[in-house]
Nanobody
């Protein structure tokens, strides 16, 4: 399966944006999906993860209450809705799957990644 992240762009502080992670060459419903981000000069970090059926989600503390991860298996796509964004949310956002572990927030567990989509939050 290949992943394509999209939906990034420029957004003002306090605004909203929805990222998409579309799968091709396979069924996304076989896997949990995670979102990670990498800000300039920083390590890639966990943002959110969702189980294959959407029954369970997990979030990094710094996005709890602001971001929502979801999925539509009929569309072979997962989403990250970003609300009330802050300047610190500026980063390249990546979606990924762990074919072995499924539902995990641990980055080394992921073996398939999308190419990333840039989100820039302006003050």
């Amino acid at each position: 399966v290949q992943l394509q992240a999209s939906g990034g762009g420029l957004v003002q502080t306090g605004g909203s944006l929805r990222l998409s992670c579309a799968a091709s060459g396979g069924f996304l419903m076989n896997y949990g999906v995670g979102w990670f981000r990498q800000a300039p000069g920083k390590e890639r970090e966990f943002v959110a993860v969702i189980t294959w059926n959407g029954d369970n989600t997990d979030y990094a503390d710094f996005v709890k209450g602001r971001f929502v991860i979801s999925r539509d298996n009929a569309k072979n796509t997962a989403y990250l809705e970003m609300n009330n964004v802050e300047h610190e949310d500026t980063a390249v956002y990546y979606c990924g799957v762990s074919t072995r572990y499924g539902y995990t927030r641990y980055q080394p567990d992921y073996d398939i990644w999308g190419q990333g989509t840039l989100v820039t939050v302006s003050s």
